[in-house]
């Protein structure tokens, strides 16, 4: 089943209710089953056929869900992209996936236009107000593709370890299940109104807020760019019930002096990176709001277990149990399942997922094991059931909630001939979490303003490091592997 036959399946049930806003801006159900059937006769008649990549490059706006659910109903595959992204990454996305069309925002259109330069993509951009009546001179096609659950349907582009991108394939299975299995872990209803302020670009907003709302008949309402005055504003505008977020959003609106009442919020649900028990307590004790921690990757759709409401299956300071359908194990390195208790890596196994990595079936052997996910997360299980993360992948940052991969900017200080060595690390950070750092061996003369300008312009604004420090040689291991965990200790002091 078309994962957009959700969409019609609300709009026959639910027609003239609500089903997203953004402040004064808003769509019914009905309203956005017809633009997305407009945006599926614009594709055909652009010559898109079904199976084709569309990147979206869109914010957190009404049209982004406008045409992620018009590109699925047209049998195309969407590839979402963060409109912050520079030239040379979208250019490796959309490179990567040999994409027919680029729908981005106006705003962006100038580093759209570099990164699809000589690929052959085409590119159509979004006007507040002009989009609409271009769609409005398209007869709606309100036909929705056959695809089946194994069919992609999203592919969403993450730059490894490695530091080339790779493609996350995700199915109409994949991503119809996770849905549903939120919408009902997390007892969404018609009457919930849920805080869009995750972007919808991301696995975690696009499953548990934009697809998971959809499958409920809810209302989402958005936020293109968080902020947490901007947010609390919002959640008491609009009646908030339910917030999804990351733990930085979860502090920044607790310290913020406008945070005297939440108590219309029914739950909020974390991800992302781990939750500090304390910030957990503060929301119950101070505001009478419950926090549902959550585990997943964009690998598994992106959910793959998290702790239910209290009294139904919750245990603080744990990643949950595994959601339905879901297995999860803890391994060690030749993929025995360990005890309870002991350290290993994460492993899932499930409907959620994912297909694969897009044209790389060297990296998806790697990954995947007869089903299971090899996540790269170290945890351990307790005798319960309860899954407790102890560490992040190996070298990731994890900044405010957003994921920057250090290789990915480890090859742009090497693009500067005055760096001879180059490392990236995250450090500590009192509101982010961790924030961006790296420790460089030059060539020559350079200072850290200059190269810290040099990085900001080729990557996105999260990314560059907001530390440089030199010195004359990094240290390494007898095979010659940079020892990131002692300049992690070094730069935390």
């Given at each position: 089943?078309?994962?957009?036959g959700?969409?019609?399946?609300?709009?026959?049930?639910?027609?003239?209710?609500?089903?997203?806003?953004?402040?004064?801006?808003?769509?019914?159900?009905?309203?956005?089953e017809?633009?997305?059937?407009?945006v599926a006769?614009l594709?055909?008649?652009?010559?898109v056929?079904?199976?084709?990549?569309?990147?979206?490059?869109l914010?957190?706006?009404?049209?982004?869900?406008?045409?992620?659910?018009g590109?699925?109903?047209a049998?195309?595959?969407?590839?979402?992209?963060?409109?912050?992204?520079?030239?040379?990454?979208?250019?490796?996305?959309?490179?990567?996936?040999?994409?027919?069309l680029?729908?981005g925002?106006?705003?962006?259109?100038?580093?759209?236009?570099?990164?699809t330069?000589?690929?052959g993509?085409?590119c159509?951009?979004?006007?507040?107000?002009?989009?609409?009546?271009?769609?409005?001179?398209?007869r709606?096609?309100?036909?929705?593709?056959?695809?089946?659950?194994?069919?992609t349907?999203?592919?969403?582009?993450?730059?490894?370890?490695?530091?080339?991108?790779?493609?996350?394939?995700?199915?109409?299975?994949?991503?119809?299940?996770?849905?549903?299995?939120?919408?009902?872990m997390?007892?969404l209803?018609?009457?919930?109104?849920?805080l869009?302020?995750?972007?919808?670009?991301?696995?975690?907003?696009?499953?548990?807020?934009?697809?998971?709302?959809?499958?409920?008949?809810?209302?989402?309402?958005?936020?293109?760019?968080f902020?947490?005055?901007?947010?609390?504003?919002?959640?008491?505008?609009?009646?908030?019930?339910?917030?999804?977020?990351?733990p930085?959003?979860?502090?920044?609106?607790?310290?913020h002096?406008?945070?005297?009442d939440?108590?219309?919020?029914?739950?909020?649900?974390?991800?992302?990176?781990?939750?500090?028990l304390?910030?957990?307590?503060?929301?119950?004790?101070r505001?009478?709001c419950?926090?549902?921690?959550?585990y997943?990757?964009?690998?598994?759709?992106?959910v793959?277990?998290?702790?239910?409401?209290?009294?139904?299956?919750?245990r603080?300071?744990?990643?949950?149990?595994?959601?339905?359908?879901?297995?999860?194990?803890?391994?060690?390195?030749?993929?025995?399942?360990?005890?309870?208790?002991?350290?290993?890596?994460i492993?899932?196994?499930?409907?959620?997922?994912?297909?694969?990595?897009?044209?790389?079936?060297?990296a998806?052997?790697?990954?995947?094991?007869?089903g299971w996910?090899r996540?790269?997360?170290?945890?351990?299980?307790?005798g319960?059931?309860?899954?407790?993360?102890?560490?992040?992948?190996h070298?990731?940052?994890?900044r405010?909630?957003?994921?920057?991969?250090?290789?990915?900017?480890?090859?742009?200080?090497?693009?500067?001939?005055?760096v001879r060595?180059?490392a990236?690390?995250?450090?500590?950070?009192?509101?982010?979490?961790?924030d961006?750092?790296?420790?460089v061996?030059?060539?020559r003369?350079?200072?850290?303003?200059?190269?810290?300008?040099?990085?900001?312009?080729?990557?996105?604004?999260?990314?560059?490091?907001?530390?440089?420090?030199?010195?004359?040689?990094?240290p390494v291991?007898?095979?010659?592997?940079?020892?990131?965990?002692?300049?992690?200790?070094?730069?935390?002091?």
């Amino acid at each position: 089943m078309n994962l957009a036959g959700r969409l019609r399946a609300a709009a026959e049930r639910f027609g003239g209710r609500t089903a997203l806003t953004l402040d004064d801006d808003g769509l019914s159900y009905l309203g956005l089953e017809t633009m997305s059937a407009r945006v599926a006769a614009l594709l055909r008649g652009r010559g898109v056929e079904p199976g084709d990549r569309v990147a979206v490059l869109l914010p957190n706006v009404p049209e982004f869900a406008v045409v992620y659910y018009g590109v699925l109903r047209a049998g195309c595959v969407a590839v979402p992209l963060d409109p912050l992204l520079r030239r040379r990454e979208i250019a490796a996305a959309v490179g990567g996936c040999a994409a027919r069309l680029l729908i981005g925002w106006h705003a962006h259109a100038e580093a759209a236009e570099a990164g699809t330069a000589g690929s052959g993509t085409d590119c159509l951009f979004v006007v507040p107000g002009e989009f609409r009546r271009l769609l409005r001179r398209v007869r709606p096609d309100h036909g929705v593709a056959p695809c089946a659950d194994t069919d992609t349907a999203v592919i969403l582009y993450t730059a490894g370890t490695t530091g080339r991108a790779k493609g996350i394939e995700l199915t109409h299975g994949n991503l119809r299940h996770n849905a549903e299995t939120v919408a009902r872990m997390h007892g969404l209803g018609i009457d919930d109104v849920v805080l869009g302020a995750l972007p919808l670009y991301h696995a975690f907003g696009q499953t548990c807020a934009l697809n998971a709302t959809v499958c409920a008949g809810g209302r989402l309402t958005l936020l293109p760019r968080f902020s947490p005055g901007r947010a609390l504003e919002v959640v008491r505008r609009d009646g908030v019930t339910v917030f999804h977020g990351v733990p930085t959003m979860f502090l920044a609106m607790a310290d913020h002096p406008g945070a005297a009442d939440l108590s219309m919020l029914r739950v909020c649900v974390s991800g992302g990176a781990p939750l500090p028990l304390d910030l957990l307590r503060a929301y119950e004790e101070r505001f009478g709001c419950a926090i549902i921690e959550g585990y997943g990757l964009s690998e598994t759709s992106p959910v793959a277990a998290s702790n239910r409401a209290p009294g139904a299956g919750r245990r603080p300071g744990s990643i949950g149990l595994p959601i339905k359908d879901v297995e999860m194990k803890v391994v060690d390195d030749q993929g025995r399942e360990r005890p309870a208790g002991e350290v290993g890596e994460i492993a899932v196994r499930g409907p959620n997922v994912m297909k694969g990595y897009w044209n790389d079936p060297a990296a998806t052997a790697a990954a995947v094991h007869d089903g299971w996910f090899r996540t790269g997360d170290l945890g351990r299980v307790d005798g319960d059931g309860f899954f407790f993360l102890v560490d992040r992948r190996h070298d990731v940052i994890i900044r405010g909630g957003r994921t920057v991969y250090p290789r990915e900017v480890e090859e742009v200080l090497y693009e500067h001939p005055a760096v001879r060595q180059a490392a990236v690390v995250g450090v500590p950070h009192p509101e982010l979490g961790e924030d961006v750092a790296a420790v460089v061996a030059l060539r020559r003369a350079v200072t850290m303003a200059e190269l810290r300008e040099f990085v900001r312009e080729r990557v996105a604004p999260y990314k560059y490091p907001r530390r440089i420090s030199f010195v004359d040689e990094l240290p390494v291991n007898p095979t010659g592997k940079i020892l990131k965990r002692t300049l992690s200790r070094h730069l935390a002091r």
